[in-house]
């Protein structure tokens, strides 16, 4: 139930923070992280050690390494908003007393407290890496995913940053192909309008849905960026990331 209360309380917002991709992997890394820290400090067991607990506390530590001044609503004394530093520090330090009890004093215990810190560290650790060009900045402070101005401030640094397209060729004129007939209102429409980020990303969606790959004919996608929405081929992204 612990668990459960982790991954829906602190889980869902990380997502939002960072994309279901990269919150799967960020999953996964405190997963197996918990479960290597449990096999060095216990070498003489010939019990396996997989469980939900270390990536429950990886997701403290990405959201830590991320975006620690987010307050996410958790039961701590109450259940009320939470700056992430505080919940993750205080979860932090209780599996260090735990481990300490446990491993220093030979104190028996059913709890693998070392894959917690062992989860918590190793997501801690990686989460800059797996962050990287993803859909927020990292330490951007606007309150969190659970603030009505979360949504708003994520737009105004996309639109910040968004590449200027009103002198950028097209990927079929620059591969000296025809610009095929079904795409080109859409394609002028989106070079000579797209200042807004929801616009941009209207127009880039529309084209996915209408054109395929120049190279290989595949499906297009959207892939969202701080940079802005990119038309990708779904297939070999060097084929096709546009714009730049």
């Not at 607990?53 to 506390?57: K, L, N, P, R």
């Not at 403290?60 to 701590?76: M, V």
């Not at 960026?225 to 714009?243: A, D, K, T, Y």
């Given at each position: 139930m612990?668990?459960?209360?982790v991954i829906?309380?602190?889980?869902?917002p990380l997502e939002?923070r960072l994309?279901t991709?990269?919150?799967?992997?960020v999953?996964?890394?405190?997963l197996?992280?918990?479960?290597?820290?449990?096999?060095?400090?216990?070498?003489?067991?010939?019990n396996p050690?997989?469980?939900a607990?270390?990536?429950?506390?990886g997701l403290?530590?990405?959201?830590?390494?991320?975006?620690?001044?987010?307050?996410?609503?958790?039961?701590?004394i109450?259940?009320?908003?939470?700056?992430?530093l505080?919940?993750a520090?205080?979860?932090f330090?209780?599996?260090?007393y735990?481990?300490?009890?446990t491993?220093?004093?030979?104190q028996?215990?059913?709890?693998?407290?070392?894959?917690h810190?062992g989860?918590?560290?190793?997501?801690?650790l990686?989460?800059?890496?797996?962050?990287?060009?993803?859909p927020?900045?990292?330490?951007?402070e606007?309150?969190?995913?659970?603030?009505?101005?979360g949504?708003?401030?994520?737009?105004n640094?996309i639109?910040?940053?968004?590449?200027?397209?009103?002198?950028i060729?097209?990927?079929?004129?620059?591969?000296?192909?025809?610009?095929?007939r079904?795409?080109?209102?859409?394609?002028?429409?989106?070079?000579?309008?797209?200042?807004?980020?929801?616009?941009?990303?209207?127009w880039?969606?529309?084209?996915?849905?209408?054109?395929?790959?120049?190279?290989?004919?595949?499906?297009l996608g959207?892939?969202e960026?701080?940079?802005?929405?990119?038309?990708?081929?779904?297939?070999?992204?060097?084929?096709?990331?546009?714009?730049e």
């Open positions: 612990g668990n459960i209360l829906a309380l602190v889980g869902v939002q994309g991709r990269r919150f799967a992997l999953y996964g890394i405190g197996f992280g918990g479960s290597f820290a449990w096999y060095v400090f216990n070498l003489d067991s010939g050690s997989l469980g607990s270390g990536a429950a506390f403290f530590g990405a959201y830590l390494a991320g975006w620690p001044k987010d307050e996410i609503p958790f039961p701590l109450l259940i009320r908003k939470w700056p992430v505080y919940l520090l205080f979860y330090a209780m599996e260090v735990r481990a300490y009890s491993l220093g004093l030979n028996a215990s059913d709890v693998a407290h070392m894959a810190l989860g918590f560290l190793a997501a801690y990686l989460l800059p890496l797996i962050a990287k060009n993803g927020y900045l990292l330490g951007v606007d309150g969190g995913p659970t603030s009505s101005s949504e708003r401030s994520r737009l640094q639109r910040s940053t968004m590449v200027d397209m009103s002198n060729v097209d990927p079929w004129t620059a591969k000296g192909l025809e610009i095929p079904t795409i080109r209102d859409s394609l002028r429409s989106l070079l000579a309008s797209a200042d807004e980020p929801e616009t941009r990303l209207a880039m969606e529309h084209l996915a849905e209408a054109a395929k790959c120049p190279d290989c004919q595949a499906n959207v892939v960026r701080i940079s802005g929405p990119q038309l990708q081929c779904s297939v070999e992204p060097e084929h096709l990331n546009w714009p």
